[in-house]
């Protein structure tokens, strides 16, 4: 079984809309909390920040850890092709902005960032990551 940790944030600005990014694979596309996967040895928190940053252009400063979630991923429903299921940590804080801009980022898995009320995340073609995350939060 492979094993991957990664850290989300759930960010609001003041008019109660929430900071999505698009994530991206091959063909298909869904929205996502800004966040990934760990790099060896990074912390949850840094790696949080680091991948806001580069997914919405933000600088992000971490707040409350909101849950954990666990996951195992069939190897038959997995993203790439693999003979192996994926075990999948996903570590949700609260984060407030702190400077930067949106922008999208180039060549990652991500190629789109923006804000959204709550009644139009409910509409987009999203992964269970956002309802999860946001149940976490007591948005959903």
Do not use: C
């Amino acid at each position: 079984m492979d094993l991957r940790v990664a850290a989300y944030a759930v960010i609001t600005d003041d008019d109660g809309r929430v900071l999505l990014a698009r994530w991206v694979d091959g063909r298909r596309a869904a929205w996502t909390m800004p966040g990934g996967g760990l790099e060896a040895g990074e912390d949850p928190e840094d790696a949080m920040r680091r991948e806001v940053d580069e997914e919405t252009g933000y600088t992000a400063r971490v707040g409350d850890l909101i849950g954990i979630n666990s996951r195992v991923i069939p190897a038959n429903r997995r993203s790439h092709r693999s003979d192996a299921p994926l075990h999948t940590l996903r570590i949700v804080y609260s984060a407030t902005i702190t400077g930067g801009s949106l922008r999208f980022e180039e060549h990652g898995t991500t190629d789109r960032a923006g804000w959204f009320t709550l009644a139009e995340v409910k509409e987009l073609q999203r992964v269970k990551l956002v309802d999860i995350a946001l149940r976490m939060a007591g948005l959903f």
